[in-house]
C-alpha cells in the first residue's frame, strides 16, 4: 500500500491558529532531490556517485533510440494512414489537406479522429505542419496515438528547423516512437548540426534542453545545458562543457552532484540532422 | 470568570468525549443563535444523521431505541461513523462541491471506444476519482493532509483498465492504486479526475485551475473578488489580456497569486486539449515550462515550491487548510453557506479537526453536535438573519433520495445502466434538486415545482414496485410489507400496524388518530376503486412524497 505518512503538520496549524488568518509561515521545503539523499559519510558518497551515473545512463540511453522528431511522427502517421485504407476508409472523408474519420476498413485497421496537413506561417518561418488527433488501431491490436503536431519548414535565415509538439506512440514502429514520445521540442539546423530547445520526455527520460546542439564555436562538439528530472521527481542541471558531451551535474540548489559525459548525444544529434535535414 | 482559549476548549472537549461531548462553540457561543434554535426531537435528529451519513433511513428499531432513550442518538451516530455506507455518502456529499460528477469531459467516451451506453459508468468513474481518494482518507481515519500528500488514488476497474496506474489485473471496484507514469504524490491535485474537470487551454495556462485550488482548498474565491475593469486596456485581444494580467492592479492582485501556482500544475498541461495521450498521462518534462511561460516562480502565497509534490506540502501546512477542512464540511452538513458571524464556530470546529490530528470523522462528530446542524425550528422572535439562512428543513439531496427509497422499497429508478437520479442527460437529477457540477453549482435549498414533480413520480415507482413485488407477487423484497396480505383491511392487527410502522420508519414521526384515519378512507376508498393492491400503490405513494419523509 501507498500511504502518505501522516502529518503532524495539524500541530504546527493550531500553532499558529494565533497569527493573522490567511497569513503562511515559512516553510523549509526540503526540496533536496532524491539523488542527494541525506545519508552520511561514505556511503552517502557511493549511493550519490552510483546516481550519478545512473543518471547519465539514463539520459544516454534516451539518445541512443534517437532522437523524437516530426519527420518520423509525420511519416508514420501517414503510412499507416494509407496502409490501413481499405479504399474507402479512411480515405473516403479525406483530401491532401487531412480530414475526420470514423471507421472500420475491410484491412481490420480502425481509425478514429482527425488530421491536417498544411503550409503555415510559423514563427520561425514557412512551414509543413501536420496536426493530428487521432488514433488507429491495427489488425494486431496494437494502437496508434497521435496528438500533437509536426512541423519541418525553413527559418528566414535560409536554414531548416523542426518542431514536435504532443504526444506520439506506436508500439509496433522503430525508435523512439515504439515506446512513444511526449514533446514539446524544437531544432534549428546549424551549418554544423541541430541546436534543441524545449521539452521531451521519451525512452524514461524527461529532458529539459537549452541550445543543445552543435554551436558553430564548438566545430564538431556539443554545446549547450540541459535539465533532467530523477525518479524522485527533482531536476538536475548539466552544463555542457568545453565543447563535450560531458559536465557536472547539479541539484536544483547549484550544488555539484558528480561529472559525466552524455556519450550518445553527438551520435543523436548527427542522426537527427540527417533525419530533418533530407 | 475569563474564558478559555479556543485550544483550551478543543482540549476539553477531547477529555470529554466518552458520550455525547458538548458542542464545540468555542469561547464565544453566539447566545442569541443558540437561544432562538430548538433542537429535532430524537428520532428526528437520528432520522437527520443517518440519512446524512449514510443515505439511509433509520431502521425502526433504531428509531424505537432512541425514543426510549434519546442518549443513543450519539451512540448511533458513532456507529454509523464507521458504517461501509459513509464511504460512499461522502463521494456524494463532496462532489456538491468539488463539482467533479459532471456529465462530460474534454475527453469524451467514445475516445475510449466506450458504447453510449457505457458513457455513464465512465465518467462518474473519472469525475468520483478524487472524490473517492478524499472519501478513502476520512473512512479510514487517515489525516486530512493526505488529500494533497498521498502517493495514491483511488481507481476502479475502468480507470485502471485505460490509465497509467497499478490498477492489479482481473479485479473490480474502488482500489487504492499508484499512478505509473511519475506524477509527483500529491493527492487530488495529482489526479486525472481533477483535471478533466478542471481543464485548461493554451491561454489560461492553468491559472483556472489555480483559482480552483484556492476555492477548494483554502476557502479563497478569487473569482469572487470585485474587480474593476473600467481601466484596463484592451482585453478582447490574447496581447492585451495578457499585459493586463502582468500590469493591471485590478488583475494583478488575483494573478500575481495564481500565476505562480498554475506553474506548479504544467505536468497536467496537455498541448493537444481533446487528445487522449495528452490528457490522461502526465508530462513531468513540462514541469519547468510554466516558469518560462507565465514568467514567475512557482510559488503558493510567496512560499517558492519546487514542483507540485511540494506545494501539496506546503498547502496541507497552511492554518487555511485545515479551517477549510472545517468550514467546507460544516456547510455541507448545515446544508447552506457559512455565515460571517459564525466563524468562531468555525475556528472551534477547525481545532477540533486539528487536535484529532487531522482526521475526518471526529470533525463530522462535532458538527452533529452544532447547534446549526440540530436545528428544527426557529422561535418566532428570531433575528431576521437567523431566519433567513437557517435550514431547519432541509431537502434530501437526490442521491440520498435514490439510495434511501432504494433501501427502502427496492426500487431502482433507472434508464438502461443510468441511474435516473444521478444523471442530467437522460436523467433528473438537476431537476431533482442536484448538483452537476457544470450548470448548477450548490444544492437546491427550497422546494420547486420540478423537484415536486421528480418526487411524485420517484414515490409512485418505488410505491408500485414494493406493493407488485411483495403483496401481488408475494416474493420477500426487502421485507416492507412483512406480515401483511393484500386481504387485510383497516383495523385488522397487519394493517394497522404495517401502516403505523411505514409513518414511522419514513418519517420519525408517531401518527395520531386523526392521521390514521385519513389514511384508512383514503385506501378504503381507492380499494373500492380499483382494489387493494392500487390502494396500498397510493397510500404508499402518498407516504413516501409526504413532506416529512423527503426532508430531514
Known amino acids: 500500500m501507498h500511504h502518505a505518512p501522516v502529518h503532524p503538520v495539524f500541530i504546527a496549524v493550531l500553532a499558529a491558529c494565533s497569527g493573522p488568518e490567511g497569513a503562511t509561515s515559512p516553510v523549509d521545503t526540503g526540496a533536496a532531490p532524491d539523488i542527494a539523499n541525506h545519508l552520511d559519510g561514505t556511503a552517502a558518497d557511493d549511493a550519490m556517485e552510483r546516481n550519478?551515473?545512473?543518471?547519465?545512463?539514463?539520459?544516454?540511453?534516451?539518445?541512443?533510440?534517437?532522437?523524437?522528431?516530426?519527420?518520423?511522427?509525420?511519416?508514420?502517421?501517414?503510412?499507416?494512414?494509407?496502409?490501413?485504407?481499405?479504399?474507402?476508409?479512411?480515405?473516403?472523408?479525406?483530401?491532401?489537406?487531412?480530414?475526420?474519420?470514423?471507421?472500420?476498413?475491410?484491412?481490420?485497421?480502425?481509425?478514429?479522429?482527425?488530421?491536417?496537413?498544411?503550409?503555415?506561417?510559423?514563427?520561425?518561418?514557412?512551414?509543413?505542419?501536420?496536426?493530428?488527433?487521432?488514433?488507429?488501431?491495427?489488425?494486431?491490436?496494437?494502437?496508434?496515438?497521435?496528438?500533437?503536431?509536426?512541423?519541418?519548414?525553413?527559418?528566414?535565415?535560409?536554414?531548416?528547423?523542426?518542431n514536435l509538439t504532443g504526444s506520439w506512440v506506436y508500439p509496433v514502429a522503430e525508435g523512439w516512437l515504439e515506446d512513444g514520445a511526449s514533446s514539446n521540442l524544437t531544432a534549428e539546423g546549424t551549418s554544423t548540426g541541430p541546436i534543441l530547445t524545449g521539452s521531451a520526455r521519451w525512452a524514461d527520460a524527461s529532458l529539459n534542453f537549452h541550445q543543445v546542439g552543435a554551436e558553430e564555436s564548438c566545430g564538431d562538439g556539443v554545446s549547450g545545458s540541459l535539465d533532467v528530472r530523477d525518479p524522485g521527481g527533482g531536476w538536475l542541471g548539466l552544463d555542457l562543457e568545453d565543447c563535450t558531451p560531458c559536465g557536472v551535474l547539479q541539484d536544483a540548489a547549484g550544488e555539484a552532484l558528480g561529472e559525466g559525459c552524455l556519450d550518445a548525444l553527438p551520435d543523436a544529434l548527427v542522426a537527427l540532422d540527417e533525419r530533418l535535414s533530407q | 470568570m475569563r474564558?478559555?482559549?479556543?485550544?483550551?476548549?478543543?482540549?476539553?472537549?477531547?477529555?470529554?468525549?466518552?458520550?455525547?461531548?458538548?458542542?464545540?462553540?468555542?469561547?464565544?457561543?453566539?447566545?442569541?443563535?443558540?437561544?432562538?434554535?430548538?433542537?429535532?426531537?430524537?428520532?428526528?435528529?437520528?432520522?437527520?444523521?443517518?440519512?446524512?451519513?449514510?443515505?439511509?433511513?433509520?431502521?425502526?428499531?433504531?428509531?424505537?431505541?432512541v425514543e426510549a432513550d434519546p442518549a443513543l442518538v450519539a451512540d448511533l451516530r458513532d456507529t454509523w461513523l464507521d458504517d461501509p455506507l459513509l464511504e460512499e455518502r461522502l463521494v456524494h456529499l463532496l462532489a456538491e462541491r468539488w463539482h467533479t460528477r459532471t456529465d462530460a469531459f474534454d475527453i469524451e467516451h467514445y475516445d475510449y471506444g466506450f458504447e453510449d451506453h457505457e458513457a455513464y459508468a465512465w465518467y462518474r468513474s473519472v469525475g468520483e476519482e478524487p472524490l473517492r481518494l478524499m472519501a478513502r482518507v476520512v473512512v479510514e481515519d487517515r489525516s486530512w493532509t493526505e488529500v494533497v500528500t498521498a502517493d495514491t488514488t483511488v481507481a476502479n476497474e475502468l480507470l485502471g483498465a485505460h490509465w497509467p496506474l497499478d490498477y492489479p489485473e482481473g479485479e473490480t471496484g474502488w482500489q487504492e492504486v499508484a499512478y505509473t507514469d511519475g506524477r509527483p504524490a500529491a493527492g487530488v491535485l495529482a489526479t486525472n479526475g481533477l483535471w478533466w474537470r478542471y481543464s485548461t487551454s493554451a491561454f489560461n495556462q492553468n491559472r483556472g485551475r489555480a483559482a480552483a485550488m484556492t476555492?477548494?482548498?483554502?476557502?479563497?474565491?478569487?473569482?469572487?473578488?470585485?474587480?474593476?475593469?473600467?481601466?484596463?486596456?484592451?482585453?478582447?485581444?490574447?496581447?492585451?489580456?495578457?499585459?493586463?494580467?502582468?500590469?493591471?492592479?485590478?488583475?494583478?492582485?488575483?494573478?500575481?497569486?495564481?500565476?505562480?501556482?498554475?506553474?506548479?500544475?504544467?505536468?497536467?498541461?496537455?498541448?493537444?486539449?481533446?487528445?487522449?495521450?495528452?490528457?490522461?498521462?502526465?508530462?513531468?518534462?513540462?514541469?519547468?515550462?510554466?516558469?518560462?511561460?507565465?514568467?514567475?516562480?512557482?510559488?503558493?502565497?510567496?512560499?517558492?515550491?519546487?514542483?507540485?509534490?511540494?506545494?501539496?506540502?506546503?498547502?496541507?501546512?497552511?492554518?487555511?487548510?485545515?479551517r477549510c477542512a472545517a468550514e467546507s464540511f460544516a456547510a455541507a452538513l448545515w446544508r447552506r453557506e457559512v455565515a460571517l458571524d459564525e466563524q468562531a464556530h468555525i475556528d472551534a470546529l477547525r481545532d477540533e479537526l486539528v487536535l484529532a490530528d487531522g482526521r475526518i470523522k471526529p470533525l463530522l462528530r462535532a458538527i452533529t453536535q452544532t447547534p446549526a446542524y440540530r436545528a428544527g425550528s426557529l422561535s418566532d422572535d428570531a433575528p431576521a438573519d437567523l431566519?433567513?439562512?437557517?435550514?431547519?428543513?432541509?431537502?434530501?439531496?437526490?442521491?440520498?433520495?435514490?439510495?434511501?427509497?432504494?433501501?427502502?422499497?427496492?426500487?431502482?429508478?433507472?434508464?438502461?445502466?443510468?441511474?435516473?437520479?444521478?444523471?442530467?442527460?437522460?436523467?433528473?437529477?438537476?431537476?431533482?434538486?442536484?448538483?452537476?457540477?457544470?450548470?448548477?453549482?450548490?444544492?437546491?435549498?427550497?422546494?420547486?415545482?420540478?423537484?415536486?414533480?421528480?418526487?411524485?413520480?420517484?414515490?409512485?415507482?418505488?410505491?408500485?414496485?414494493?406493493?407488485?413485488?411483495?403483496?401481488?407477487?408475494?416474493?420477500?423484497?426487502?421485507?416492507?410489507?412483512?406480515?401483511?396480505t393484500l386481504d387485510d383491511r383497516p383495523g385488522d392487527t397487519p394493517f394497522d400496524g404495517t401502516l403505523e410502522q411505514l409513518i414511522w420508519q419514513t418519517t420519525a414521526t408517531r401518527p395520531d388518530a386523526q392521521r390514521l384515519d385519513e389514511l384508512h378512507q383514503l385506501w378504503l376508498a381507492m380499494e373500492a376503486d380499483a382494489g387493494a393492491a392500487e390502494a396500498w400503490t397510493a397510500l404508499l405513494t402518498l407516504l413516501l412524497r409526504d413532506p416529512e419523509m423527503v426532508t430531514t
Do not use: K
Not at chain 1, 75 to 86: Q, S
Not at chain 2, 5 to 12: F, I, T
Not at chain 2, 15 to 37: F, L
Not at chain 2, 466 to 482: K, W
Open chain 1, 52 to 162: 550519478v551515473a545512473e543518471t547519465f545512463a539514463a539520459v544516454d540511453a534516451a539518445m541512443a533510440v534517437g532522437i523524437p522528431d516530426p519527420r518520423t511522427a509525420s511519416e508514420a502517421a501517414l503510412a499507416i494512414l494509407e496502409l490501413g485504407d481499405d479504399g474507402t476508409c479512411p480515405s473516403s472523408t479525406l483530401s491532401e489537406q487531412g480530414g475526420s474519420f470514423e471507421c472500420t476498413a475491410t484491412t481490420g485497421y480502425a481509425f478514429s479522429g482527425f488530421f491536417s496537413l498544411m503550409e503555415l506561417e510559423e514563427p520561425n518561418g514557412q512551414a509543413e505542419v501536420f496536426s493530428a488527433d487521432f488514433l488507429v488501431i491495427d489488425p494486431a491490436g496494437e494502437t496508434f496515438h497521435a496528438g500533437g503536431r509536426a512541423s519541418l519548414g525553413q527559418t528566414t535565415g535560409g536554414s531548416w528547423y523542426a
Open chain 2, 387 to 484: 431566519l433567513d439562512r437557517e435550514r431547519t428543513i432541509r431537502l434530501l439531496p437526490p442521491d440520498v433520495l435514490r439510495s434511501s427509497l432504494e433501501a427502502l422499497t427496492g426500487f431502482r429508478w433507472t434508464t438502461g445502466d443510468v441511474p435516473l437520479l444521478d444523471e442530467d442527460s437522460d436523467g433528473v437529477r438537476i431537476l431533482a434538486g442536484g448538483v452537476d457540477g457544470e450548470e448548477v453549482q450548490t444544492p437546491q435549498e427550497e422546494p420547486g415545482l420540478t423537484w415536486a414533480l421528480v418526487g411524485a413520480e420517484l414515490a409512485e415507482g418505488a410505491a408500485a414496485h414494493a406493493v407488485q413485488t411483495e403483496l401481488v407477487a408475494e416474493e420477500p423484497g426487502v421485507q416492507l410489507f412483512a406480515g401483511l
Open chain 2, 215 to 322: 476555492r477548494l482548498l483554502i476557502c479563497e474565491d478569487v473569482l469572487s473578488r470585485p474587480v474593476s475593469f473600467a481601466d484596463a486596456p484592451n482585453l478582447l485581444s490574447d496581447e492585451g489580456a495578457a499585459e493586463a494580467i502582468a500590469t493591471e492592479p485590478a488583475c494583478v492582485s488575483c494573478h500575481a497569486t495564481l500565476e505562480p501556482i498554475a506553474a506548479t500544475l504544467y505536468g497536467f498541461f496537455p498541448l493537444e486539449q481533446y487528445n487522449v495521450a495528452e490528457a490522461d498521462t502526465y508530462h513531468p518534462e513540462r514541469e519547468l515550462q510554466g516558469e518560462a511561460d507565465l514568467g514567475v516562480t512557482r510559488a503558493w502565497y510567496g512560499t517558492p515550491v519546487d514542483g507540485l509534490g511540494e506545494l501539496g506540502q506546503v498547502i496541507a501546512e497552511d492554518p487555511r487548510f485545515a
Open chain 2, 3 to 65: 474564558a478559555p482559549s479556543l485550544a483550551m476548549a478543543g482540549l476539553a472537549l477531547v477529555g470529554s468525549c466518552t458520550t455525547e461531548p458538548p458542542p464545540p462553540y468555542g469561547d464565544a457561543p453566539p447566545q442569541a443563535q443558540v437561544e432562538h434554535r430548538q433542537d429535532l426531537d430524537a428520532p428526528r435528529l437520528l432520522r437527520r444523521m443517518s440519512l446524512d451519513l449514510r443515505g439511509v433511513l433509520p431502521s425502526v428499531e433504531e428509531l424505537d431505541a
